[in-house]
Nanobody
Framework: QVQLVESGGGLVQAGDSLRLSCAASGRTFSTYVMGWFRQAPGKEREFVAGINRIGSLTYYTDSQGRFTISRDNVKNTAYLQMNSLKPEDTAVYYC?????????????????WGQGTQVTVSS
């Protein structure tokens, strides 16, 4: 099992940047594919980005190149760098882990979830 704790959310203005972190417990972090999802009020939780076990492959939904996912397997941490934030990026952001070999974009294919961190972007 792995436990995930997100941090780095907050209230920012449009155009600002934020870096979210997802700290994982345990010594098997490198065996998990990691993903970031977000959920805005009244909407379904949606895939934002994913990264394979060694960080060599990344996948994104249509963030227009503004978001970058990365991971540090020594620090047991995954990151989501978000630039040029827009009000429509406002949501609770969740990190997730899966023991699958590929990088899924479907919520149900992730086994473990953090508690989420709120990102609010004002116009």
């Amino acid at each position: 099992q792995v436990q995930l704790v997100e941090s780095g959310g907050g209230l920012v203005q449009a155009g600002d940047s934020l870096r979210l972190s997802c700290a994982a417990s345990g010594r098997t972090f490198s065996t998990y594919v990691m993903g970031w999802f977000r959920q805005a009020p009244g909407k379904e939780r949606e895939f934002v980005a994913g990264i394979n076990r060694i960080g060599s492959l990344t996948y994104y939904t249509d963030s227009q190149g503004r978001f970058t996912i990365s991971r540090d397997n020594v620090k047991n941490t995954a990151y989501l760098q978000m630039n040029s934030l827009k009000p429509e990026d406002t949501a609770v952001y969740y990190c997730a882990a899966t023991s699958r070999q590929e990088v899924p974009c479907i919520r149900g294919q992730y086994n473990y979830w953090g508690q989420g961190t709120q990102v609010t972007v004002s116009s």
